[in-house]
Structure formats: C-alpha cells, structure tokens
C-alpha cells in the first residue's frame, strides 16, 4: 500500500548507525520541492492546476522540514557526545564547517563568475557577508548574489553554533520540543500581524525548527503510529503548506502547524521500512541534495537562457533540462569536490573526539 508499512513500529529499526537511509531520502525530498519552488519563482513555472500551482508557489514552506531535519540529524549523531569537553566542540566544529562551507564557496564564486553583475557597492558587501556566512542576518541582502538560497546556510551556521548549547540545556529530553513549538506560535503570531519579510530568513526564528526537531529525536520512542497516521501528517503538511502558507516570503504564518508536522513526519520515515524512502535511488540523491540545493541557482539561470535559446521548447521540458543539469552538476560536484574537501578538512584540522558513553543505540 503505496510502500509504506501497515504498523510503524519503534523497535523494529536498530538505531545503532549514524546514517539513517531513509532519512538521507527525505532530505532530497525537501529540497526537490523547494527546488521546483524556485522554478516557479525564477521561470515562471507552472503545473496549470490552481491548487498544485498553490503548493508550489507556498513551496518555501519546506524549507522549514531542512531546519527541523538538521536538530533531529544533529541530536542522533551527538546524542552521546560530551559537549563539556573542548575536544569535542572543537571535532563537532570542525565536521559541521568541512560539511558545509567548501561547496558553499565554490558554487558563490562559480555563480559570480558567469552568471551576475552588480555595481563594486554590491559587490563589496556581498565579499564581506558571504565570506563569513552572515547574509541572512540582513534581509536586504535577500536579492544579492545568490542569497535567495544562502541565506539558509547562514541559518544552519548560526544553529550549528547553538547546538552543543541547546544539547546541554535540553538534557536530552523531549520537552525541549514544547519550547520550540511555542517559539513557533509566537512568530505565527507576529507575522500574521506584521507581515514582515526578515522574520523568514532570519536565523534566530528558525530556532524553533532546529529545537523541535532536537526534541522529537528524544520523544521518538513514545511515537507509534500505522498506516494512516503516515498518510494523514503528509496530507495535512500538504493542506499547511496550501492554506497557511503566503507569498513575498511570509511563509511562517502557518509555523505553529508546520514545524511539528514535520518532526513528525521525520519520526515516522525514521521508524518506515518503506520502499519508497528505503531505495538506492532516492537515498543517492539524498547523499548530493547539498549540492543539489547549492547549485540549482545556477542551474535556472541557464534555464533562464534556454527559455530565450528555445523559445519554441514548453517550460516543462526547460525545468525538466534544468533538473536533469544540475543533477549531474551536484553529482560531480559531491563526489570530485564535496567529499574530497570534507576528508581533506577533518585529516588537517580534526580532533578525536572523547566518548565516555555508550555509543548512539546501544543502550
């Protein structure tokens, strides 16, 4: 029944391994609809049915599921790290800026390189704030450079930096959750009111995303849910997304609903034994959605010029061509650069961490 098992059962998946595949999927899953986002945004892109062009055009909306996901990820992998010795914020440190920055810099300066002009102002201001991964802190910066998508790595530095806190204050416990969603209310509250752009890219509201996911990971045992249960947190994610969801960057007016609909959903692809978030496809373009999500900027822009080159080519067959480029952008890019730096940055700089605990699931 569409691959998902009848029982989701806690204890039927060991968690003894840092890598969850299924989870690995669900990461592209996010950024492939942020993605089509973009192409609705950026070329115009639309499926000619009102409510599915409803969904793309609120699309923004899974950004929130990259945010959530990371506190869950975050708090399974160092869910036995001592955070009180400096050896291992050091090692975390390190591991968190080799994941992220290396193709983060390559994809700026390759996008700069060929695909935008901006006076020597601009480009003075985007050097110093895209050299230190602060963009998102100033919503005007929103439309230089490529920070139509950066400004979320920004985001993840800021909660990346936070978390060897959060994980000491939340004492590993799920009721830290109850914290982030009544963060989550509070900016719901705010921004239907407001109806303020910066609330959407600004780091420090997407705490409530990263604190839930880190709770839901604690509460995941008390989590039991069938078939149904499934079904109906996508659909009503979906209707979210649909209904709660705004344009010109008020997405969060739905947070309340958002942020723990998606923690849960990641509890129960955690806990599926499902074929369509257990397979080797998905869960490879799950291992480039880093890349995927990075250079998919570029792609559009050379779909943009397709759009001029081709003028007799439909759009689906543009965003089809723009998918299919950077695919293969992201996969070499993973494998010839992401990867190599990664290794390359924790052989020069990284620490061993000190473990005094059992490792992740064995107890």
Not at 26 to 42: E, G, K, Q, S, Y
Not at 202 to 221: H, K, Q, S, T
Not at 271 to 291: A, H
């Amino acid at each position: 029944m569409n691959g998902i098992p009848e029982r989701i059962s806690c204890g039927k998946v060991p968690e003894n391994r840092l890598t969850i595949p299924s989870l690995t999927s669900f990461r592209f899953i996010t950024a492939f609809v942020v993605f089509l986002f973009h192409c609705h945004v950026h070329l115009k892109w639309e499926l000619g049915v009102s409510f599915l062009d409803r969904f793309l055009n609120h699309g923004a909306v899974f950004m929130t599921g990259f945010f959530v996901l990371s506190g869950y990820i975050m708090a399974h992998v160092y869910s036995n790290t001592d955070f009180t010795k400096s050896a291992n914020i050091w090692s975390y440190y390190v591991k968190r800026f080799a994941k992220i920055y290396p193709t983060y810099a390559l994809s700026t300066i390759v996008y700069f390189l060929f695909f935008r002009d901006f006076t020597p102002a601009q480009y003075a201001r985007i050097l110093v704030n895209d050299l230190f991964l602060v963009q998102g802190f100033f919503p005007s910066m929103f439309r230089l450079g490529i920070n139509g998508g950066t400004w979320s790595l920004t985001v993840e530095m800021f909660l990346y930096l936070l978390f060897p806190l959060v994980m000491l204050w939340s004492g590993k416990s799920a009721r830290i959750a109850i914290a982030g969603i009544i963060f989550a209310v509070i900016i719901s509250f705010n921004v239907n009111l407001e109806r303020a752009d910066p609330i959407y890219s600004n780091p420090i509201f997407r705490l409530a995303d990263f604190v839930c996911g880190v709770g839901f990971y604690f509460g995941r045992a008390k989590i039991n849910c069938g078939l149904r249960g499934h079904l109906l947190t996508v659909l009503l994610l979906f209707l979210a997304s649909v209904y709660l969801g705004s344009s010109k960057y008020q997405y969060m007016r739905g947070h309340f609903v958002v942020v723990p609909l998606f923690a849960l959903w990641i509890v129960l692809v955690h806990r599926s034994k499902s074929v369509f978030y257990n397979n080797k496809l998905l869960e490879y373009l799950g291992l480039i959605s880093y890349s995927f999500y990075l250079w998919q900027f570029a792609a559009i822009q050379i779909g943009k010029k397709m759009v001029v080159w081709f003028p007799g080519a439909g759009l689906h067959l543009v965003v089809l061509a723009v998918f299919l480029v950077n695919v293969l952008v992201s996969a070499l890019s993973y494998h010839l650069f992401e990867e190599k730096a990664r290794r390359w940055l924790l052989r020069r700089f990284g620490r061993k961490e000190r473990v005094n605990e059992p490792s992740p699931g064995s107890g």
